[in-house]
């Protein structure tokens, strides 16, 4: 018999950024961009969880980030803004990303159209 879970969705606290961002980075280690700009996992998961962490301290003053919590151990995050709010650069690299998506596009430019002609 398989065993049953029980998940609790609720918001997200502040002191679970640091584990949502976790999440996030795992969440998205595989992203053909990511791995397109940070070809080594452990640089690829400090920027995805920069990342992460941006987009969900963006989110957290609209109420609009739930964590699932089995035992009180964070599972997975939902992070979105509710219809009608706009926040500048939500899901857009930062600035600084800049110059790498440059040596990115100068170094790999085949790999580069190849990924943006199957997004």
């Keep these: 018999m398989p065993a049953t879970t029980s998940l609790t969705i609720a918001p997200l606290g502040t002191s679970d950024i ?5 999440l996030f980075a795992r969440a998205f ?6 791995r397109l700009l940070c070809p080594g996992r452990a640089e690829r998961r400090r920027f995805q ?3 992460g962490r941006s987009q969900i ?3 957290m003053p609209y109420r609009h980030v739930f964590g699932a919590y089995e035992n009180q ?3 997975g995050i939902a992070v979105w803004l ?6 500048p650069s939500f899901g857009a690299p930062p600035l600084r990303s ?3 998506l440059a040596a990115t596009i100068a170094h790999t430019p085949r790999d ?3 990924l943006v002609r199957n997004r």
């Design 98 to 100: 800049v110059p790498r």
């Design 57 to 59: 301290e963006k989110a």
């Design 82 to 87: 509710p219809p009608g709010v706009s926040v």
């Design 49 to 51: 969880e920069r990342g």
């Design 112 to 114: 580069v159209i190849r």
């Design 29 to 34: 280690d595989n992203d053909a961009m990511a």
């Design 18 to 22: 640091a584990a949502a961002s976790s």
């Design 73 to 75: 151990a964070l599972r």
